[in-house]
């Protein structure tokens, strides 16, 4: 049996230097590799150069996908950084539904080597990664998780994620990541129009995090810049600042502008994956 690993980079393989922790290319694969049971052989692919993951997007997103797809039938570890392994993890989820292939993420907040979380979260990426069944998961602080609702709960804890129950994920439209301009925008009181007006001019559609439920400020210059940008075309969807409940539309009058403006319901989705299903649908 043959196994993937697709090293990003992240802290998982990263060494103490003068200037603080630095990549040290080949220590995550030889961890794997020293843990590989006798039947398994390995196949890598390493990212050059290595990248915090702060730097991971979507031409990166495209290049997973691409060795997947050219390393077919084989399971997949990809070794990540934690800032953005929500956003890694969304990403597969949705473009490799119906592949039937599995591929389990790995990171850690402490290197190899240094006493720290990275061995047992190695390890229990391996095992995950030979059990049967598609999807695409992660594998960090003794649970394996969905990774299609990820999000990263502390930025220092070992158990720093958690996984948030998503809708059932479609087909995508398109399985690679295009130069669409999307991002996260939130509401927050006080929010001038002409500030979201100005970063909805430049983008193709964006993530709008709203409050509670699905609520928003009775501002009618707001709303109108939502509308404006609907009108042109652009897809606006919403979703809760809560990290858990999701939202309700109906629930709250305070809600009703933004649904007739034409702003979509992202539900209970994660800022991270309504992100995603903007760029592949």
């Not at 991002?183 to 500030?195: D, R």
Request: glycine share 12%.
């Amino acid at each position: 049996m043959k196994l993937l690993l697709i090293h990003t980079g992240g802290t998982i393989g990263m060494v103490p230097g003068a200037q603080g922790l630095t990549p040290r290319p080949g220590l995550v694969e030889a961890a794997i590799a020293a843990r590989l049971p006798e039947n398994i052989h390995l196949t890598s692919h390493v990212f050059d150069p290595l990248l915090d993951s702060a730097n991971v997007g979507p031409a990166d997103w495209n290049r997973m996908l691409d060795q997947i797809d050219a390393h077919a039938a084989m399971p997949v570890i990809v070794t990540h950084g934690t800032d953005t392994m929500s956003f890694t993890g969304a990403a597969l989820s949705r473009a490799l539904v119906g592949s039937g292939r599995r591929v389990v993420l790995c990171g850690s907040m402490v290197p190899l080597a240094q006493g720290g979380d990275a061995e047992g979260n190695l390890d229990l990426a391996l095992r995950s990664v030979l059990l049967p069944g598609e999807g695409v998961h992660l594998a960090f602080s003794g649970r394996v998780l969905s990774a299609a609702g990820l999000i990263k709960h502390d930025s220092h804890a070992s158990d720093s994620f958690r996984s948030l129950p998503q809708a059932p994920l479609h087909l995508p439209a398109r399985r690679r990541f295009g130069a669409q301009r999307l991002a996260i925008l939130s509401l927050s009181p006080g929010l001038p129009a002409e500030a979201l007006r100005a970063a909805l001019g430049t983008l193709d559609g964006a993530v709008l995090r709203v409050f509670g439920a699905g609520t928003a400020m009775s501002d009618p210059a707001l709303i109108g810049a939502l509308s404006e940008a609907v009108r042109a075309g652009k897809r606006i969807r919403a979703v809760s600042q809560c990290e858990a409940g999701g939202l309700a539309p109906g629930a709250y009058a305070a809600g009703a502008t933004l649904w007739a403006a034409g702003v979509e319901n992202g539900g209970a989705e994660t800022p991270e994956a309504a992100l995603i299903e903007l760029w592949l649908n």
